[in-house]
């Protein structure tokens, strides 16, 4: 099999750490749903699913019906999968036919839904999501009492498999007052279900920014995405953690990732010389450097230009000149050893010395979420301990 011109390696160890963690945090109790939408936030869905099975989840939520076929394919058959996004009508059948469960946030699904389940003699599993302040999707309270007659009716073909929401910022502290406002409503929607006497199985609100810093709102299952893959959602949700355990710093996430390449070529440049396209890098002394064999077409954003690093031999080696569509070069002048073919990485550690996400994030003004799902799917993922 060719080789392609990067390979990101996910650490098996680093991951179950995450888990056990985030598991002391929110009790046992709780079904930990992992969220892998976006290729598993860039990490692979088909890699990452059977290692997270391997460290004891069994239940993953996507974005999309697309998504859960991806999971399907990857996962094991006692597995659920749940999907909090998008499902075409006509995709319905094959979510009740596979037992996928889904969230319904407007009536008019309703009816479809029993239609599908009546054919294939086989029970829906719904999951309704009910809005409370993030205007996003989620069932109006106006259309909730008759969801609920038409749960309580149709109980045998249609399961009321949860009831949940979203909350819209929980990882700022600044909106505590919106995220109570927002607990509240769906109290409220629970209080109608104990009245009608049509209790969903599973209640659900909770994110990782909810899970890790707000317990009251872990109930039967937590949503966790971020915080699986080593990433705390905020610096806020990070010294709340600090406070609770009267600690100045805790590694408690660890990163699961880690992205490679190798040195494609080695030149040296003369004083005066121009490196890559235009004029924006010149150098002004003798220089050796390094040529990588990707750019922004894989995923490394053009926005590092003259800004970013990558590792090579432990050492910091600094972008020079414009990264290209598949190409860019750093300055390797200090890196006296480095030959064509040794290992280079991009994001994650060597020796001593590593490179975060948010090392790219915070010189590209990207979200750590948006760059790490901006990963192309074509590049290879390996598990390893």
Known sequence: MVKHSSRIELKKSAYKNNINFIRKKIGEHAILSSVVKANAYGHGINTFVPMAEACGIHHFSVASSFEAEEVLKACKKETHIMIMGILYEEDIPWAVSHDIEFFVYNYDRLPKVLEAAKKLGKPAKVHIEVETGANRTGMKKSEFPKTLTFLKKNKEHVVFEGLCTHFGGAESRSNDFKIEMQHKRYKEFLKQCKEKKIIPNLRHIACSASALAMPDTVYDLVRIGVAQYGFW?????????LNEINKKADSALKRIFTWKT?????????????????????????????????????????????????????????????????????????IKNAKVGDEVVLIGRQNNNVINVSSFTNSTQLLNNEMLSRLPAVIPRTVVK
């Open 233 to 241: 959602p905020s610096p806020e949700i990070y010294y709340t953690h």
């Open 262 to 334: 190798d040195i494609m070529d080695i030149r040296d440049v003369q004083q005066g010389e121009f490196i890559g396209y235009g004029t924006a890098f010149q150098a002004t002394h003798k220089m050796t450097i390094a040529v990588m064999p990707l750019g922004y077409s894989n995923g490394y954003p053009r926005a590092l230009s003259n800004r970013g690093h990558v590792l090579i031999d432990g050492k910091k080696a600094p972008i020079v000149g414009l990264i290209n569509m598949n190409l860019f070069m750093v300055d390797i002048s200090h």
